[in-house]
């Protein structure tokens, strides 16, 4: 069985640095998956754990020329957030250093700008001095990713900068050392020093503005870490005792007091009190909890006193979970991600290539002094095509949309449902527990015939009794059953306090009700299916029936086979209603969708005029009724036959096949873990106005991804053949390699801080 395993990467800085990576471990025998991702300096590997060890994908990493190291918990966050800050320090030093001794170069050599400068910086000597420790110590970083990948016949935007720089210095040197050799070729002997210089420090000053942008990305996370509680108060041995929160145990019953963080999940055992979920769920409203009630990890007591006992400690807890898949989806990647790590895989050997091409033409055909003019747009070329804007496009802007769900309870699985999502154009409600609470209530309880018929007892005319019988009857069987209307029953029943009797031979038929045994007669419960299924004719009773459905209420009929043999039709003897009561953000959800264009559709095993009815009052049009729960699965396929993205919300076991099936699958955060593992989309606030929020919020994430895009690839497509000199034939314009060093950073950090905007999106 394959597992899963994250990995933090030292050292890349562009897309084809991603390329690299992701093929050196594909390569490693056992591994099926390997996802790379710049923004968050992770990569993601599924592995057969028979065949590697973490030492093998580490050495693989190794071997291209990056560093890799297991990270897994959430408690390293802290670990790495200090490594990063030192890293931080370490490349502000660099920058200060580099820029500060640029500066006094570009004084002591620019044209013009060095005639008020003093003597000694106009000396060449003073110059190759004053730059060799930007080149060799600030630059040191670049030689050290560089050189491995060389060795393994890879190359990636270090390279460039390498080549680029190196040659700017060295031909100084010679020109510093060798003056006269120059002179000779018909070239004047001025030094570079500064475009070598000032290249290092641009490009050191834009990779550290792009880490602080960053390091913005991934506040979802940091925040999310943070709820976390330190301390719980549990209760062991008749004392209440402080323990850090990695020492609860399940089983624990733990105090929590007013104004205190609950510290894992839970149910209450005993007390009451009003709590806060904002913080997980996003609903800024309290809750208000009574025993037996369950409560979340990080969320906070705002009113009563309580003891609850701990049910999922750890890794287990919701606050745990949500991390994790904030985590996973961050490091995912997005489809449309794939254009740009295909282009990048390409993009460097191009770029070396077409940086010859501008030598030869360069030196070959151009202008006195040939090789001047050959070396600077050489060095231009390889410095503007830099690829590190094209390898942050997609994965910042992904950090950005998800995290921003995460702080609004919508949980996206990975950055596919994040992008899928914006094109999707139906969305099918389940309705029970979807768009509606999911806890019906019974309303009318009818017998049917003179009412006379009550097993065990003597015939009576008393109406309240005859009706108890009846509940008591329904409620006997449904006491077997987990379907939300048999609770209702049974929940009713034990309002009237009615003794329940016992059932023998308990069958459910999916889809249509449930059979079973009472006092050996046996007992019908359900709908017109079963009603049909078991000859049993409810004519008399269709004007009844319809009017109830008429109200959306939906009609549980009960039958009795009370004569011997059994091959004698069942007799009906009576109707229960159960309603459902809508949730308050179910009609404003749909309105919204109506009004973007969506078409809404409701899927139920409710009959065709409950289900009409309800579907009215929310206002969906198109409704599909009587869907047995093995169906569901089949609707959808359908729906999506007509060339239409279909999105799916349910909570239900039943649900599952039907949300996996979706182009995207959205789960109720109330519903069953197997519905919520099935989605794509989580909705952890049980807000359905949450599905509007989630596809808006891919349309900006996707938005923002293409603007990236554009920039990164506009960028380049527009400015290497100005590097190149095509403009100077015409215009007399050329790249000065300073100013494309200034463009290559500045057009990564206009990348990741235009992924920074998507935290000011209103969802």
């Known amino acids: ?86 890293e931080l320090k370490k490349l502000l030093t660099e920058v200060i250093v580099s820029l500060g001794l640029g500066l006094l170069i570009l004084f002591g050599s620019f044209p013009k700008l060095s005639d008020f400068a003093p003597v000694i910086l106009k000396n060449p000597l003073v110059l190759l001095i004053l730059a060799t420790p930007v080149q060799f110590w600030a630059g040191s970083r670049f030689y050290r990713a560089t050189i491995p990948a060389l060795k393994h016949r890879t190359a990636n935007m270090d390279t460039l900068v390498v080549i680029g720089t190196t040659v700017a210095y060295f031909y100084s040197a010679i020109v510093t050392f060798f003056p006269d050799v120059v002179k000779k070729i018909g070239i004047e002997p001025m030094p570079y020093f500064d475009v070598s210089v000032i290249i290092i420090a641009l490009i050191l000053l834009g990779r550290y503005f792009e880490a602080k942008a960053k390091a913005g990305t991934s506040e979802a996370i940091k925040k999310l870490i943070g709820l976390q509680a330190k301390t719980a108060r549990v209760i062991r041995n008749g004392k209440e005792i402080d323990v850090l929160i990695n020492e609860v145990l399940i089983g624990d019953v733990i105090r929590v007091r007013p104004g205190e963080k609950i510290p894992v999940d839970g149910v209450i055992t005993e007390g009451e009190s009003s709590i806060d979920e904002s913080m997980v769920t996003g609903e800024s409203i309290p809750v208000d909890k009574f025993r037996n009630d369950t409560v979340i990890g990080a969320t906070i007591n705002k009113s009563g006193t309580f003891l609850y006992k701990a049910t999922k400690v750890g890794q287990e807890t919701m606050l745990a979970q949500i991390i994790k898949m904030v985590q996973e989806a961050q490091g995912s990647k997005a489809p449309i991600q794939r254009l740009a790590d295909l282009i990048s895989s390409y993009f460097v050997p191009v770029v070396i290539m077409l940086a010859i091409f501008t030598f030869v033409v360069w030196y070959v055909f151009g202008p006195s002094p040939a090789l001047l003019f050959a070396i600077l747009n050489t060095v231009a070329v390889l410095i503007i095509a830099c690829p590190c804007a094209m390898g942050l496009a997609t994965p910042t802007a992904i950090m950005v949309g998800t995290g921003l769900g995460a702080e609004h309870g919508i949980l996206i699985k990975d950055a596919q449902s994040l992008e899928t999502a914006h094109k999707i154009n139906t969305v099918i409600f389940d309705k029970t527990g979807t768009l509606t609470k999911g806890k019906p209530e019974v309303t009318d309880i009818i017998v049917l015939g003179s009412g006379s018929w009550v097993m065990g007892s003597k015939k009576t005319q008393n109406s309240q009794l005859i009706t108890h019988n009846l509940l008591r009857l329904a409620a006997s069987l449904e006491k077997g059953s987990e379907h939300s209307l048999g609770e209702a029953i049974v929940k009713k029943a034990e309002e009237e306090k009615l003794n329940l009797k016992k059932v023998n031979n308990f069958i459910a038929v999916p889809g249509h009700g449930i059979e079973g045994m009472i006092d050996n007669k046996k007992i019908f419960i359900g709908n017109r299916k079963l009603m ?28 009795i086979q009370n004569s011997q043999p059994s091959t004698h039709t069942p007799e009906l003897l009576g109707l229960i209603a159960v309603a459902d009561t809508l949730k308050e953000t179910s009609m404003e959800a749909v309105e919204k969708l109506n009004k973007m264009g969506i078409e809404t559709i409701m899927i139920t095993g409710d009959n065709q005029r409950t289900a009409n009815a309800i579907a009215r009052k929310v206002g969906i049009e198109r409704v599909l009724a009587e869907v047995l729960p093995e169906e569901k699965v089949n609707e959808v396929k359908k729906i999506q036959a007509e060339n239409k993205k279909v999105a799916m919300v349910g909570d239900g076991i039943n649900d599952a096949p039907a949300l996996a099936q979706a182009d995207v699958g959205i789960a109720m955060g109330s519903g069953t873990d197997v519905a919520i593992e099935a989605a794509d989309i989580t909705l952890i606030n049980k807000d359905l106005r949450s599905v509007v929020s989630a596809i808006i919020l891919s349309k900006k994430t996707m938005r923002t991804i293409k603007l990236n895009l554009f920039w990164a690839f506009g960028y380049n497509i527009i400015l290497i053949p100005v590097a190149i000199g095509i403009l100077y034939p015409f215009l007399g314009i050329l790249l000065n390699p300073i100013f494309a060093s200034a ?21």
């Open 1 to 86: 069985m394959n597992i899963k395993k994250t990995f933090a990467i030292k050292g890349m800085h562009c897309a084809s640095c991603v390329y690299v990576i992701e093929s050196a471990l594909k390569k490693v025998n056992g591994v099926s998956q390997a996802n790379v991702n710049l923004a968050i300096e992770k990569a993601t590997v599924t592995y057969d754990p028979e065949k590697v060890t973490d030492e093998k994908l580490m050495s693989a990493v190794a071997n291209v020329g990056y560093k890799a190291s297991i990270k897994e918990e959430i408690e390293t966050e802290d670990k790495e957030k200090e490594e990063k800050q030192q």
């Open 743 to 763: 463009a290559m950073a500045l057009s990564s950090i206009s990348v990741v801080t235009n992924s920074l905007l998507l935290k000011k999106v209103k969802i």
């Open 532 to 559: 049909m299924r078991e000859k049993i004719s409810v004519d008399s009773s269709e004007d009844k029936i319809s009017q109830l459905e008429q109200e959306g209420k939906t009609v549980m009929m009960i039958a």
